[in-house]
């Protein structure tokens, strides 16, 4: 049985993967998949085993039938290039969509973040929707790449909630001995935004190979103008996920200092 985990409302981690269930919505929300990652880094000299398509699907197939999920959303980054669309990308982006379809998945939206560029004429032929923001009921999804107050359209006076990605937090867990495990986290961080405290939560990457910076209570070594402008970084709650096994919910950052590498 999959465990879910409630954090607001009808919001859900989904114990052991990265990624977020909205029951009511039967929605699967997730970021930073980074597909084409691979043929990238071959490119520079690092020869990566084709991995991070073989691993979504695996996972995706995983929670699927375990859950009801109809929609999915990928709050940004489901490409790796910036200057292009290479032909890794372009075929896993249409593998992946047809695995999803096959699947019943009825709505697929992107999210766009700051490496989503050259997608949308491939994306308009599968009919997925490419949006700079989403609003659910009080809950802002967005990539993170850029602060949601320069949208001119966009108020957050209703908004209690900011989902966003873009970070791929980590956590370094050590002991007196050295490190023990390097983990993708999901963080839970109070954003104080005019005045005004909404609740944020920052996805960790879905991609295998994404496994991001550890997290730190250095605001400046954060990506995010979201988090570096607005996050109570002491206050900031890590979830940390042991992939395909269970989560582990820890305490505010402050109380954890001892325990972790930052």
Do not use: W
Not at 14 to 26: F, T
Not at 78 to 92: C, I, M, P, T, Y
């Amino acid at each position: 049985m999959t465990r879910l985990i409630n954090i607001y409302k009808h919001l859900y981690i989904i114990s052991g993967y990265p990624y977020v269930y909205h029951e009511k919505m039967k929605m699967l929300l997730l970021a930073d998949l980074h597909l084409g990652y691979e043929e990238a880094m071959a490119e520079e000299g690092v020869y990566l085993p084709k991995a991070q398509l073989t691993y979504f699907k695996k996972e995706f197939d995983e929670i699927y039938e375990k859950i009801d999920i109809e929609k999915l959303v990928i709050i940004g980054d489901l490409k790796h290039r910036f200057d292009k669309l290479s032909r890794q990308e372009r075929s896993e982006i249409s593998e992946t969509i047809d695995h999803l379809k096959k699947k019943g998945i009825s709505e697929i939206i992107l999210v766009r973040g700051n490496h989503d560029n050259y997608v949308s004429p491939l994306l308009k032929k599968y009919d997925v929707k490419i949006i700079d923001y989403m609003i659910i009921d009080d809950m802002l999804l967005i990539h993170g790449h850029v602060d949601p107050l320069t949208y001119s359209d966009l108020s957050l006076d209703n908004i209690n909630m900011i989902i966003y990605g873009h970070e791929h937090p980590s956590i370094v867990l050590r002991d007196r001995l050295g490190k023990i495990a390097k983990l993708p986290v999901f963080l839970d961080i109070p954003l104080k935004i005019d005045k005004k405290i909404v609740r944020g939560v920052i996805l960790p990457a879905a991609g295998y190979y994404q496994l991001g910076s550890s997290i730190t209570t250095d605001l400046e070594k954060y990506l995010s103008p979201i988090t570096k402008k607005y996050g109570d970084i002491n206050m900031m709650r890590p979830y940390a996920i042991l992939r395909g096994e269970g989560l582990l919910e820890m305490p505010p950052i402050y109380m954890m200092l001892d325990f972790i590498e930052i």
